[in-house]
């Protein structure tokens, strides 16, 4: 070819997500199976005029309102395009190219993908083969070579959490080295701890939201970044001008403005959750709640080969997984007890 690729975009190994799931009963991606309720995206919608779509988005009016509900004040926030992009602009501006990230791993894909997009060298940090995770192991990786050091609170898949004495170690071993955490808190709501007072109390530490998961906008990509004025300007230096649409911040804003909706989400997904665990292990099936809106299960049978047989057969969407730690299991994400219901009865033809 004669024209110049990227070095690091050329020899990055994407997999993309499948196409075509609107036919499927999806428990595949930690979306909301059912989403919001019909009569709140229909009286959204109508807010929705031909003016709204000609206007650029404006995200101060929403990060106002998030603020206020968190209980920090804007200049500790800026939105993105889902946390996806949150991700991205803090590898990018605090990440140095060949310089150390440092994760656990199994975890969410992406933040190696952008280590590898953006020349960063990717530090993964093993779990133990009980799914546990030391973290005298994390502050060993963590050296003068580190730049960001990545926790998720829970993790996504394994649900591990962390406690408050073992951030405070982490915080003052990247304070040691110059380097700044992420806390990713994409479940926060299901596991319903948080460090949001570090990401505004410490120099270093930045903390993630999504609105795509408890409050079902997946579609929409609305993310958040929380810290202190210093780091947010610094991410907003490097972001895209209009990168949050305005559908999403008006779905947001509206969510924020009937707080009773997420305490209704919250119990409809609490009681589909302790409902499908409670089911399973009466069956004589090993579960584990993994603290998100996503559990595991193990089959009787060959994981791959029920996921396998749930998507052809059944119409229905899990995650198996090949890495060694995970093999045996399926990620079932977690909806209403009637969407848990349709899934055990599908899931046990499939496991039969
Ligand atoms: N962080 C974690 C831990 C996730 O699991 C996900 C999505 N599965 C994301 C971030 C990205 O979410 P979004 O881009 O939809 O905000």
Redesign the pocket.
């Known amino acids: 070819m004669n024209y110049y690729v990227n070095e690091n975009i050329r020899k990055t190994e994407r997999v993309f997500p499948q196409q075509g799931r609107y036919g499927y009963h999806r428990y595949d991606?930690?979306e909301n199976p059912e989403g919001l309720p019909k009569a709140f995206v229909d009286s959204v919608l109508r807010e929705i005029t031909p003016e709204f779509l000609s206007i650029y988005p404006e995200p101060d009016r929403f990060v106002g309102k998030y603020a206020a509900f968190l209980g920090v004040s804007p200049e500790n926030i800026v939105t993105?395009?889902?946390?996806?992009?949150?991700?991205r602009y803090i590898l990018e501006t605090f990440g140095e190219p060949g310089k150390d990230v440092v994760t656990v791993t199994p975890?969410?894909e992406?933040y190696w993908v952008n280590c590898s997009l953006l020349g960063l060298r990717h530090v993964p940090v093993p779990y133990n083969d009980d799914m546990t995770i030391d973290i005298d192991r994390i502050l060993a990786a963590i050296t003068e070579d580190t730049r960001v050091v990545v926790l998720?609170n829970p993790?996504?898949?394994v649900g591990n959490v962390y406690t408050e004495e073992e951030l405070q170690k982490v915080i003052h071993r990247t304070r040691e080295c110059g380097a700044v955490i992420i806390i990713?808190e994409?479940?926060h709501y299901f596991y319903p701890n948080t460090f949001l007072r570090y990401a505004v109390e410490e120099e270093n530490v930045i903390l993630?939201r999504?609105?795509?998961?408890l409050y079902s906008l997946?579609a929409l990509?609305?993310?958040a970044v929380i810290s202190n004025p210093e780091i947010i300007h610094y991410v907003k230096n490097g972001r895209l001008s209009f990168d949050v649409n305005s559908a999403a911040l008006l779905f947001a804003e509206r969510i924020l403005d009937h707080p009773e909706l997420t305490k209704e989400l919250q119990q409809i997904e609490q009681e589909g959750k302790d409902w499908i665990l409670k089911e399973l292990s009466s069956r004589g099936y090993e579960v584990r709640d993994c603290r998100?809106n996503f559990i595991f299960v193990k089959p009787k049978h060959e994981a791959a080969a029920v996921a396998k047989r749930l998507e052809d057969e059944e119409k229905v969407l899990v995650h198996a997984y090949r890495q060694p730690l995970l093999k045996d299991l399926i990620r079932v994400s977690v909806g209403s007890v009637k969407a848990m219901a349709f899934f055990l009865e599908a899931f046990l033809r499939a496991d039969s």
């Not at 993105?80 to 991700?87: Q, R, V």
């Not at 999504?210 to 998961?213: D, E, G, L, P, Q």
């Open positions: 991606m930690n993105t395009n889902g946390s996806d992009m949150a991700i975890s969410f992406m998720l993790n996504n898949p990713d994409a479940y993630l999504t609105f795509s998961k997946a990509r609305l993310g998100g």
